[in-house]
C-alpha cells in the first residue's frame, strides 16, 4: 500500500481551483451510488456522480439483484404464497442475522420501512414476476421472485422469528441479474439530470475546517477539484480487493481465494478514515462455497476433520460456509448418499475423497480413525429417522436420513475449492448515512452507503443474500435525502 | 463515549502557551511507559512520563511479571534446566502465537533481541531466582522463575519448533509480581531523572503540520500544553474498559464478564488515529477460566453442548478458553474422573453440573442425547490407554484415560464463570516503535508501545502468558530509543 492509498484531505485554502461543483457529490456508481444519487436528485439537488471505472456497475453489478424486504405484513409476492411477515419477526432476524455487530437502529429503521423501499423500487422500474419458488436456491435459474435467501427457516432463526421467504429477486433470466437493476437505475439517474463522470477516480476529501466540502478526482492523470456544495458520499465499495487493508484488518480471507467484487479497493474507507471517520466490524466477511448445488445436495451433512458435525446444514449456505472456516485444519467434508448425490457444481471445485459402501468405509478412505465419521452419520440417521436432530437442530424437510449406499464425501478444501468472499466492515454511520466519527459525531458534509459501511450485513456468520443490496439500495436513498437536505 | 474521546488533534498554532517541555513526552507508566524511559533517559534524552493513576502500575502492575523470553541457546535458568531454545524454534513459535495476525518483523527482531533483552531486565535489577518448575501452572505459586507459559508442548506448536518453557518469572512469593516488576522500573526512571507527572491525563496530542510536537494535559481539572522535542510516546494501553469501542471493534467480548486491566479505555489508540495512525487486529482478545487449578484438572477433557472435544487440551490454558467460547451455546464442560477432580478453584466460578458412576450416566444428567458424551469419553478413553489422540493430537503427560469413577462434569458458562479478558488490538507500529499511518508511514513524532499497540500477543487464539510483558518491555525500549534519537 504506498502513501498515495491514504488519501489525506486536502485544506480548501489549498485547492487551487475549484472545477466543478454540484450540491451532492458521490462517488461510486454501484446500487449505493445510483439510489443516493436518485434520491438526492428527487431532493431538488444538483448531483455529479463519479465513477472510476468506465460504467457503472460496482459489485452490485456482479450481483443477482436480489433484496431481502419483508415485515409490515408482507410484499404482495410474500402475501400470495402464504407469508404474512409481521415488522416484528423481519426487524428481529435482522438483528438476528447482525450477531454481535448488528447495528439495531439501522435494523429497525429498515425493518419499518423495507415495504416503502419494495414500493420505491418498483417505481423506478424494476420488474418481478411476482412468484414464489420453494426450495434451497442460490438464486433462481428461471426468473422467479421470492426465495428463501438466508436462515429463517433454520434454528435459532426460526425459534426467535417467524420465518418466511424475504429475498426478492428481479425478473432476469439466471443468474446475474444484479446488471439489469443497475442498468434501470442508471436510467432512472440519468432521467433525472444527474452529471455522470466515469474514469474518474477520488484521491482526496476537501476540507474547510472540519467539514467535507469536495473531493479531488483524478481524470486524465489530472486532478480535478470538485466541490461539494452540500455533501459528499462515500459509495465505493468494500475492500476485498486491497490485499494490505485485508491482511491488516481481515486476515482471516487469507484461508481462502476468491474475492468477489470490482474494484473494491477500500478507497471509500480510507477517505472516510483521513477525516476521521471511524472504520467497525473489519474482521467480518461473508464466504460461501456453493455446495447446496445442485439442490439434492443441500440434505448433505458437513463434519470436520474429525468427523464432527458442527452446524444445523439447513442454515444459509454462506452460514454454514462461514462455520466451515472455523473448523480445525484445512477442509471439511460433505457426506452424500446415493439419493442426495449429483454430480458435483464444477464452479464449486468439490473433489471426491472417499466413496464406500457404509459409512465405516468413507471414513476408512478418508484416513479417519473408527467411529468418528462413522459415529456421527449413524447418530445422525437414527434421530433424522426419527424427525429430529438433537445435536444441532437441523430442522425437516432438509433433515433428512443419508442411509441408502453407496456413499461418498466431498471435500471442500478451504484453499482449492471455490469460497467466494467479500468484506463486510466500513465506516460507522448513522441511519441518514453520515459518517459518524470516534465520538459518535457526524462529521459534517460526509455521508457513505454500501460496502464502505457497516450496515445490515455486518457479520458473516449471519449474511443472508440480499443483504447487501438491501442496505446498499435503503442507505444509499437515506444518505442522498440526508446530503440533499443538509444545511 | 462523548465527544470530548475524540482525543482531536490541537494545532500547534493554536496552544496558548507551553505549559513545560522535555525531548521525550510519555503517556503511561506501565511498563511499557517505564521501559521507553529508561532507554530514552539512557539515550540522552530529557524525559516527562504522564500517568493518569496516582501512580506507576498500569495492568502491568497487575499483572505476574513474567516476560516471555528465548532463542539463542537459551537463557542461563533455560540451559540449566536443559532446554537450548534455538532462536529459530523460539521466532517459529512466535509467529505461530500470532496466527493470521503475526507482525513478522517483530517477531524476528525479538527472536534475535531476547536474550539480550533478559540481560537488560536483570541490569535493571529485575531478581529472578532462577529455577525452573515442571508441570503446568498459570503462575507459580513460589517464587519460582522458568514456567511453560504456552502451547509449546502441543500440536500444532510443537510439531513446528522445538518446545521449551520461556515464561521466566520475576522472584516474588506469589502471584502478582508485576507490581514488584514495576516498582524496581520505576526506581531505575527515577534514578535516571525523568519526571513524572502523576494524575495526568492526555486529552489531545499537538501537531505542528504533520509532526506530532507535543500533548495537552489535564491535570487538576486545568489543561496543561507540553512541548515534546522530539517525541510522544504513548503507552496507555489497551481498550477492554471502554465498553463502546469494545462493542464497536470486539463485541465477541461481550459473551463474558470480567476485562482485566486498569485504566485500560483505549485514549492512546484513539489519540494515534487522530493523527492519522491506523488500527489493527481489533476484534482480537485474549480470555482464560483458570480451569487448570488445581493441577490434576489440566488432565481433564472439554466437550461443548454437544458433547464434542473440540482441542487439545494440553495447550495453553488461554488458547483452550478461547476455543471454548467458539463453540455453539453459552456453556461447556470440564469432563473429570475421581483420579483427577478436586475442589475446584472458587475463583474460577465452575460449577458441578453432572454426575455419575459412568460417563453414560454424566451424560444423562447433563441432559445429553445418548451416545454423545458418553461416546466421546468412550474414544478418548480407548486411544488415551493407548498413548494417541487421533482427533486433537494431544500429547503425554496431559494425555491420560478418565476412567476411575465416579466422574464429574463442571460448568464453565460464558455468562457466569469466570472469563477474564483483556484486548489486543491497536495501533500499528515499526520494531522502532513509529505510529505508522495507513499508508504505512511513519507519523513524525510519535511513538507507541504496549497493549495500546498490536505486536507480539497480537491473536487470541495464540496468546502465551509473558507475551505481553515481553512486548511492553521489549518494544518499549525500541520506542524510547527511537524516539530519543529521532530528529
Known sequence: MSGASLHRPLAAADVPRWDDEADVVILGFGAAGACAAIEACEAGADVLLYERNSGSGGASGLSGGEIY????????????????????????????????????????????EALNHWEWLKQQGVPYRGNYLPGKHIEPVGDDTLIWSGSEAAAPFCDAATPAPRGH???YMGWGGGRKLIDI?????????????????????????????????????????????????????????????????????????????????????????????DAIHMDQFFTTCPWTIPEPQAQGVFV??????????DCYHGRVSRAMLDQPGDRVYLLLDSKHFDQPFDYARMTIAGTGDDWE????????????????????????????????????????????????ALELNFQTSYFSFFTLGGLRTSTDGEVLDRGDQPIAGLFAAGRCTSGLPAWGHGYSSGLSLADCSFFGRQAGRAAALSA
Chains 1, 2 share one sequence.
Do not use: W
Request: overall charge negative; glycine content about 12%; charged content about 25%.
Open 185 to 277: 437505475l442508471e436510467q432512472r439517474v440519468r432521467d433525472l439530470g444527474a452529471r455522470i463522470v466515469t474514469d474518474a477516480r477520488a484521491t482526496a476529501l476537501i476540507r474547510d475546517g472540519d467539514r467535507v466540502v469536495g473531493a479531488v478526482m483524478r481524470i486524465d492523470n489530472q486532478d480535478r477539484y470538485v466541490r461539494a456544495r452540500k455533501g459528499v458520499i462515500l459509495a465505493t465499495g468494500g475492500f476485498v480487493m486491497n490485499e494490505a487493508m485485508r491482511r491488516k484488518y481481515c486476515p482471516l480471507t487469507y484461508l481462502i481465494n476468491d474475492p468477489i467484487g470490482d474494484k473494491d479497493d477500500g478507497s471509500g474507507i480510507n477517505l472516510g478514515l483521513s477525516v476521521g471517520g
Open 69 to 112: 424486504i419483508g415485515g409490515n405484513g408482507g410484499t404482495e409476492v410474500q402475501r400470495a404464497a402464504g407469508f404474512d411477515d409481521t415488522t416484528e419477526a423481519f426487524t428481529t432476524y435482522l438483528k438476528m442475522a447482525g450477531g454481535p455487530c448488528a447495528d439495531d437502529a439501522k435494523c429497525e429503521l429498515y425493518g419499518r
Open 361 to 408: 468405509e468413507v471414513e476408512r478412505e478418508l484416513g479417519m480413525p473408527q467411529a468418528t465419521l462413522s459415529a456421527t452419520m449413524n447418530f445422525y440417521n437414527d434421530h433424522a429417522r426419527r424427525g429430529g436432530d438433537p445435536l444441532f437442530d437441523k430442522r425437516a424437510p432438509i433433515l433428512t436420513p443419508l442411509d441408502q449406499g453407496p456413499f461418498i
Open 304 to 313: 470436520n476433520q474429525q468427523g464432527q458435525r458442527f452446524i444445523n446444514e
Open 169 to 171: 429477486v428481479i425478473q
